[in-house]
Nanobody
Framework: QVQLVESGGGLVQPGGSLTLSCVVS????????MAWYRQAPGKQRELVASIDHYYDKDYADSVKGRFTISRDNAKATAYLQMSSLKREDTAAYYCNLYKTLAARADYWGQGTQVTVSS
């Protein structure tokens, strides 16, 4: 059974930083491609960042230069380091496993809330 468990969300002031973690189990993490999505109230879920098993990364324009996605295969964990946070970054953040090697997959975590407010 594949499980993704996010943690690290919380309340942070504008300009602050936060790091989200996503621990993966039940699947070979080393060959998995991971992504972070977010969904704000009343808005569609949007892709924030992705990292494949070659460590190639991609980011939404809205977070480039502020967010960093990374992975630790030894810990089967994906991370999203967020800095210079803005109020508009407030959302529920979800971890997604979307591929193993070339095979499409679609596993999701339960989400973790990030609130940017003074």
């Amino acid at each position: 059974q594949v499980q993704l468990v996010e943690s690290g969300g919380g309340l942070v002031q504008p300009g602050g930083s936060l790091t989200l973690s996503c621990v993966v189990s039940g699947i070979t993490f080393e060959i998995s491609s991971m992504a972070w999505y977010r969904q704000a109230p009343g808005k569609q879920r949007e892709l924030v960042a992705s990292i494949d098993h070659y460590y190639d990364k991609d980011y939404a324009d809205s977070v480039k230069g502020r967010f960093t996605i990374s992975r630790d295969n030894a810990k089967a964990t994906a991370y999203l380091q967020m800095s210079s946070l803005k109020r508009e970054d407030t959302a529920a953040y979800y971890c997604n496993l979307y591929k193993t090697l070339a095979a499409r997959a679609d596993y999701w975590g339960q989400g973790t809330q990030v609130t940017v407010s003074s």
